[in-house]
């Protein structure tokens, strides 16, 4: 069984930075390609970025140019490091596997908010 803990998120100005961690437990993290996801207020959960357990990454193209996704697996981690912060960002931000992500391992998400 695997837990995901995200953290990170907080308020920022427009054209701000964040760094997302996701922490997991379980044995089996380091093969799992994972996801960023994100569901602002009044709308469905979307895919933001992935990487696999090889580290090949990719976008959605809202954030491409904007944010990088990176893992450690010797930590359990999985990062989202967002640059250039608009204000449709704001969402909650969640991680778990892609592309078909485990119910059983949504955690609690962190919240980001870019406001001015």
């Known amino acids: 069984q695997v837990q995901l803990v995200e953290s990170g998120g907080g308020l920022v100005q427009p054209g701000g930075s964040l760094r997302l961690s996701c922490a997991a437990s379980?044995?089996?993290?380091?093969?799992?390609?994972m996801g960023w996801y994100r569901q602002a207020p009044g709308k469905q959960r979307e895919w933001v970025a992935v990487?696999?357990?090889?580290?090949?990454?990719n976008y959605a193209d809202s954030v491409k140019g904007r944010f990088t996704i990176s893992r450690d697996n010797a930590k359990n981690t999985v990062y989202l490091q967002m640059n250039s912060l608009k204000p449709e960002d704001t969402a909650v931000y969640y991680c778990?596997?892609?592309?078909?992500?485990?119910?059983?391992?949504w955690g609690q998400g962190t919240q980001v908010t870019v406001s001015s």
């Open positions: 778990n596997k892609f592309p078909t992500p485990n119910r059983n391992y």
């Open positions: 379980g044995s089996i993290f380091s093969i799992l390609t």
């Open positions: 990487i696999t357990s090889g580290g090949s990454t």
